[in-house]
């Protein structure tokens, strides 16, 4: 799937980090500084809409539209391919380790 096929009709996406597989490069959060941030513990975490940092388990969150190609870019390039992009509706994941 390519970036503008994931973004056709504004399917809403969300991405959440498997943090077991973090390796604390950061890539991500150069790629996507608004939705990635390297936490005190060396490992990336997910932002909230309010910049917060989600260090549940699992945590998502959404990814704004005008930063998809960033957002993919930093689960293409993680080298943990701990980066998980998917569809809101169905939680089927577009981009990632698990995508089809």
């Known amino acids: 799937m390519t970036v503008q096929q994931a973004g056709v009709g504004?399917?809403?996406?969300e991405v959440w980090i498997d943090q077991d597989l973090c390796t604390?490069?950061?890539?991500?959060?150069?790629?996507?500084?608004?939705?990635?941030?390297?936490?005190?513990?060396?490992?990336?975490?997910?932002?909230?809409?309010?910049?917060?940092?989600?260090?549940?388990?699992?945590?998502?969150t959404p990814v704004p539209l005008p930063l998809l190609t960033d957002v993919v870019d930093s689960a293409r390039e993680c080298p943990g391919e701990c980066i998980h992009v998917r569809r809101v509706s169905d939680k089927v994941e577009v981009f990632g380790p698990d995508a089809e």
Request: proline share 5%; with cysteine; hydrophobic share 40%.
């Open 10 to 13: 504004g399917e809403a996406l």
């Open 24 to 60: 604390g490069d950061g890539i991500c959060a150069q790629y996507a500084p608004e939705v990635f941030e390297l936490d005190i513990d060396g490992l990336a975490y997910v932002k909230g809409p309010d910049d917060e940092l989600l260090q549940a388990a699992g945590a998502t």
